[in-house]
């Protein structure tokens, strides 16, 4: 039986001191939440060292929102696999958007992170999604379908039960425009029949896949109530403790 995530991701806000007091607010709220709703927290690397004490003993895993494709060395400024698992992350998020768009993350540079996330001991949340453009030109499948297939179908269908998909479309990100449900719903399945073709039917039936993009108490609900949608990661709602687990209660 595949999960049910609702995980947020921090990206680059709040100081040290605003995620510890965030976090806390979390745990506090936490027992909200049906018990059935894994929680995670990604957070900045300057945050994950507090953020594990905060969470320790709680049921809110600590992720990151990233991880070097390297394993260890000179790489100045990059964080390892190995240093996100001994600060206490069980997670880390990989291939957001946001880096694919900004920081020249490749499909070939997330296949070798999430090999060293893997090894690590990690689980790695992995983005997919189509910009505005592509999906306007109908070509939404296409794109999601090669992103999954660069990097996904590297893996093993051992690997497969350590990582997260999260479907993102990228003009939903920031912008309080969701997806529709239905639009939702249509291209989970397209990922998960995806996903069966290659790892089998069983393996993509237990693939936790989370809808990503303008996801708020008001409209969680209604995403979490299809067939194929297995949670959300949330960005501007997580960085207020009661609508993160507002949505988190959607279920
Ligand atoms: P928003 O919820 O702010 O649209 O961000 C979604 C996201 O990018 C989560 O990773």
């Not at 049910?4 to 909200?32: C, D, Q, Y």
């Not at 998020?93 to 490749?106: C, D, F, P, V, W």
């Not at 999604?129 to 269908?157: P, T, Y």
């Amino acid at each position: 039986m595949r999960k049910k995530i609702v995980a947020g991701n921090w990206k680059m806000n709040t100081t040290v001191p605003e995620g510890v007091e965030l976090a806390k607010a979390v745990v506090e709220l936490s027992g909200k939440a049906d018990e059935s709703v894994q929680l995670i927290v990604a957070a900045p690397f300057t945050h994950l060292c507090p953020l594990a004490e905060v969470l320790k003993g709680t049921r809110v895993a600590l992720s990151a929102e990233n991880c070097a494709d390297k394993e260890k060395g000179a790489y100045t400024g990059e964080v390892s696999a190995a240093m996100l698992a001994s600060a206490g992350c069980g997670y880390t998020i990989l291939g957001h958007s946001e880096r694919r768009q900004y920081y020249g993350e490749t499909d070939a540079k997330l296949v070798e992170k999430t090999r060293l996330a893997l090894a690590n001991g990690l689980k790695v949340i992995l983005c997919v999604g189509e910009n505005l453009e592509e999906r306007e030109a109908g070509k939404h499948f296409d794109v999601v379908e090669a992103q999954i297939k660069n990097v996904l179908f590297n893996f093993s269908a051992e690997e497969l039960k350590e990582i997260v998909i999260a479907y993102e479309p990228v003009w939903a990100i920031g912008t309080g425009k969701t997806a529709t449900a239905e639009q939702a719903q249509e291209i989970h399945a397209f990922i998960r029949k995806t996903v069966a073709a290659k790892f089998g039917a069983q393996a993509a039936e237990d693939t936790s896949i989370l809808y990503g993009g303008s996801c708020k108490p008001s409209n969680a609900a209604e995403l979490f109530a299809c067939p194929d949608i297995d949670g959300g990661l949330i960005g501007g709602a997580a960085l207020k403790a009661e609508d993160f687990i507002a949505i988190a209660c959607s279920y």
